[in-house]
């Protein structure tokens, strides 16, 4: 459980966190697995077809069979023509068994349409060209056993599970292979559907929880019922959850920054209600925490929920997977519900368009715990978060892997630099422009100005890459600071700080990969006080009997190697 080459769910902080400092234990190594097949990884490169059209809303339809391990029922996919398009091309894993495609261009009746399956994709026939502006609906009938998940979260899927008395306890986790596992869909992180609906059919006592806001409870005389939930929020796909268990809830009502009231809900195991009405407090402490330092709970408009889950965590919009048994962690808080709820911006609110720029998600929410370490117990407790982080770092690979290496799919590539790495770009940034800037930077990057932090719809969401966070950056510092970003997250080597006597001068150095620019400052501690030195040139050069022995950078705050070179004797 300590290291996953893939990582994923914004998760992997909180578990070694855990791991080291709570002294859990490792768990057996399983078999090697077979390579995924193209449907198991999300974000595979999309169509021609695909860029062609634009999600709108997805009408989901599902009767979930916990006995046999089965699905079964239909989605219908509203979509905008955005070039002439013959084919609507969807993901789906070719285990679902698809029936049959009704369709509907533009105000046309729904008629029975050809379709095909080609490997993970489903291709349905337009019958004509479709000109661009034309709205297609599809409805497509499908059914089957859906992949089981692995180890969820890391290797997702359906989790099958049992509570305690024997009843069954289901959810869903499919960030890395993505949604295509159980509904058709467009597997990508580029677009995502403005609107959602689900309509999940359940055996009683079972209750679904998931995203958005619960319209009604239908029962059915089969011993069934349906519960009916929908969000009006831009969702992205891996973000639709489903969660299902004989659910007690402990519930409570939020006051937001904003003055406005925002419904809470904890879908907890029964057994388990007495521990879940203790932790409710600390999350609505959470959410008072992000609120004040990135702005208004995006999704306030419909409400905050978390559900108890069989797996360790998710951050499945408006409806938070925890699994994290009510342990807490080594600060005194629950790392997993914390980091977990973070991704409410980044990931949810914030979106990447391409998983190369995944640590947007990941760097950003491991951030966040850090700040949140300051804030209950101080700079030590934020310093040795940051120290912690910096142990994991490997400076193997770019954090934002080259255009050539394609990181459109989620694959081992990824790394855990995208968390650690991540956080530490913006622990050097906030050496560089100050703790009061850097909080402006996140800030802006949640609600950009021109937004503002009020909107309850969809608005404020976005779809961004790593530029518009440079760029946010550049805006609040004041300058160009591209030098810095360019050469952290675009290659993985770390400038060297080289110092050495020469003469009476204390000469410090950076040394970096191919002269690239790195005008670093160094913070240098003389005398029990600190001096900030610059380096507009990558060089500078102090009085030897004042700094010879000065301590370099002994706050931590730059990612780099350190080297004494030689002494030179006076000449």
Same mark, same amino acid.
């Given at each position: 459980?300590?290291?996953?080459?893939?990582?994923?769910?914004?998760?992997?902080?909180?578990?070694?966190?855990?791991?080291?400092?709570?002294?859990?234990?490792?768990?057996?190594?399983?078999?090697?697995?077979?390579?995924?097949? !193209?449907?198991?990884?999300?974000?595979?490169?999309?169509?021609?077809?695909?860029?062609?059209?634009?999600?709108? =809303?997805?009408?989901?339809?599902?009767?979930?069979?916990?006995?046999?391990?089965?699905?079964?029922?239909?989605?219908?996919?509203?979509?905008?023509?955005?070039?002439?398009?013959?084919?609507?091309?969807?993901?789906?894993?070719?285990?679902?068994?698809?029936?049959?495609?009704?369709?509907?261009?533009?105000?046309?009746?729904?008629?029975?349409?050809?379709?095909?399956?080609?490997?993970?994709?489903?291709?349905?026939?337009?019958?004509?060209?479709?000109?661009?502006?034309?709205?297609?609906?599809?409805?497509?009938? +499908?059914?089957?056993?859906?992949? !089981?998940?692995?180890?969820?979260?890391?290797?997702?899927?359906?989790?099958?599970?049992?509570?305690?008395?024997?009843?069954?306890?289901?959810?869903?986790?499919?960030?890395?292979?993505?949604?295509?596992?159980?509904?058709?869909?467009?597997?990508?992180?580029?677009?995502?559907?403005?609107?959602?609906?689900?309509?999940?059919?359940?055996?009683?006592?079972?209750?679904?929880?998931?995203?958005?806001?619960?319209?009604?409870?239908?029962?059915?005389?089969?011993?069934?019922?349906?519960?009916?939930?929908?969000?009006?929020?831009?969702?992205?796909?891996?973000?639709?959850?489903?969660?299902?268990?004989?659910?007690?809830?402990?519930?409570?009502?939020?006051?937001?920054?904003?003055?406005?009231?925002?419904?809470?809900?904890?879908?907890?195991?029964?057994?388990?209600?007495?521990?879940?009405?203790?932790?409710?407090?600390?999350?609505?402490?959470?959410?008072?925490?992000?609120?004040?330092?990135?702005?208004?709970?995006?999704?306030?408009?419909?409400?905050?929920?978390?559900?108890?889950?069989?797996?360790?965590?998710?951050?499945?919009?408006?409806?938070?997977?925890?699994?994290?048994?009510?342990?807490?962690?080594?600060?005194?808080?629950?790392?997993?519900?914390?980091?977990?709820?973070?991704?409410?911006?980044?990931?949810?609110?914030?979106?990447?368009?391409?998983?190369?720029?995944?640590?947007?998600?990941?760097?950003?929410?491991?951030?966040?715990?850090?700040? +949140?370490?300051?804030?209950?117990?101080?700079?030590?407790?934020? =310093?040795?978060?940051?120290?912690?982080?910096?142990?994991?770092?490997?400076?193997?690979?770019?954090?934002?892997?080259?255009?050539?290496?394609?990181?459109?799919?989620?694959?081992?590539?990824?790394?855990?630099?995208?968390?650690?790495?991540?956080?530490?770009?913006?622990?050097?940034?906030? +050496?560089?422009?100050?703790?009061?800037?850097?909080?402006?930077?996140?800030?802006?990057?949640?609600?950009?100005?021109?937004?503002?932090?009020?909107?309850?719809?969809?608005?404020?969401?976005?779809?961004?890459?790593?530029?518009?966070?440079?760029?946010?950056?550049?805006?609040?510092?004041?300058?160009?600071?591209?030098?810095?970003?360019?050469?952290?997250?675009?290659?993985?080597?770390?400038?060297?700080?080289?110092?050495?006597?020469?003469?009476?001068?204390?000469?410090?150095?950076?040394?970096?990969?191919?002269?690239?620019?790195?005008?670093?400052?160094?913070?240098?501690?003389?005398?029990?006080?600190?001096?900030?030195?610059?380096?507009?040139?990558?060089?500078?050069?102090?009085?030897?009997?004042?700094?010879?022995?000065?301590?370099?950078?002994?706050?931590?705050?730059?990612?780099?190697?350190?080297?004494?070179?030689?002494?030179?004797?006076?000449?």
């Amino acid at each position: 459980m300590v290291f996953q080459k893939r990582l994923v769910g914004g998760i992997i902080w909180s578990v070694l966190s855990a791991l080291v400092l709570t002294g859990c234990q490792t768990p057996p190594k399983t078999a090697e697995k077979p390579p995924r097949t !193209a449907s198991e990884d999300s974000g595979a490169p999309p169509a021609p077809e695909q860029t062609a059209y634009d999600l709108r =809303h997805v009408d989901l339809a599902l009767q979930i069979f916990p006995d046999k391990k089965a699905i079964a029922g239909h989605a219908t996919i509203t979509a905008v023509v955005k070039a002439p398009l013959d084919w609507l091309v969807l993901d789906l894993d070719p285990r679902l068994t698809v029936s049959g495609v009704r369709l509907a261009a533009g105000e046309s009746v729904p008629q029975v349409a050809r379709f095909e399956r080609r490997g993970p994709r489903l291709w349905i026939a337009l019958g004509i060209t479709q000109p661009v502006g034309t709205t297609l609906k599809a409805t497509v009938a +499908y059914a089957g056993a859906p992949r !089981a998940a692995v180890r969820a979260p890391w290797d997702g899927g359906f989790s099958w599970d049992r509570t305690k008395d024997g009843q069954p306890w289901i959810a869903t986790s499919c960030q890395g292979e993505g949604a295509d596992l159980w509904w058709p869909c467009k597997d990508h992180p580029s677009d995502k559907p403005d609107s959602f609906t689900l309509r999940i059919r359940v055996p009683q006592p079972l209750v679904v929880a998931t995203n958005g806001r619960l319209v009604e409870v239908l029962p059915h005389d089969d011993g069934t019922r349906t519960y009916h939930w929908h969000t009006d929020y831009p969702i992205n796909n891996y973000g639709v959850a489903l969660n299902i268990a004989p659910y007690d809830t402990v519930t409570g009502t939020y006051t937001s920054v904003t003055g406005e009231q925002v419904p809470m809900t904890y879908w907890v195991l029964p057994e388990n209600k007495a521990a879940g009405e203790k932790i409710f407090p600390e999350f609505m402490e959470h959410l008072n925490f992000y609120e004040r330092t990135l702005g208004p709970y995006p999704f306030r408009g419909e409400k905050y929920g978390v559900a108890e889950t069989p797996h360790l965590g998710m951050e499945h919009q408006s409806i938070i997977a925890y699994g994290n048994k009510y342990k807490g962690g080594a600060h005194g808080y629950d790392w997993l519900h914390h980091h977990e709820l973070g991704h409410e911006w980044w990931a949810n609110l914030v979106s990447v368009a391409d998983w190369r720029d995944f640590w947007i998600h990941e760097g950003l929410c491991t951030y966040m715990q850090a700040l +949140y370490a300051e804030e209950r117990e101080g700079a030590m407790a934020y =310093h040795h978060a940051m120290y912690d982080n910096r142990r994991r770092i490997k400076n193997e690979n770019p954090v934002v892997p080259p255009d050539t290496a394609s990181m459109q799919q989620m694959d081992d590539k990824l790394g855990n630099e995208v968390y650690f790495k991540g956080s530490w770009i913006v622990h050097m940034l906030r +050496y560089q422009i100050g703790a009061g800037q850097t909080r402006e930077v996140l800030r802006r990057f949640a609600y950009p100005p021109e937004l503002g932090d009020r909107p309850k719809d969809g608005r404020a969401g976005r779809i961004v890459n790593s530029d518009d966070f440079v760029r946010t950056a550049n805006a609040v510092a004041g300058r160009d600071l591209s030098w810095f970003f360019n050469f952290y997250l675009y290659q993985p080597k770390l400038p060297k700080l080289l110092s050495s006597i020469e003469g009476d001068k204390l000469v410090l150095k950076w040394e970096v990969p191919e002269n690239y620019p790195f005008p670093m400052p160094v913070e240098v501690e003389v005398d029990g006080r600190l001096e900030r030195i610059e380096m507009p040139g990558g060089r500078a050069e102090l009085d030897a009997a004042r700094y010879s022995r000065a301590k370099l950078d002994p706050n931590l705050w730059i990612l780099k190697e350190t080297r004494m070179m030689s002494v030179q004797p006076p000449h």
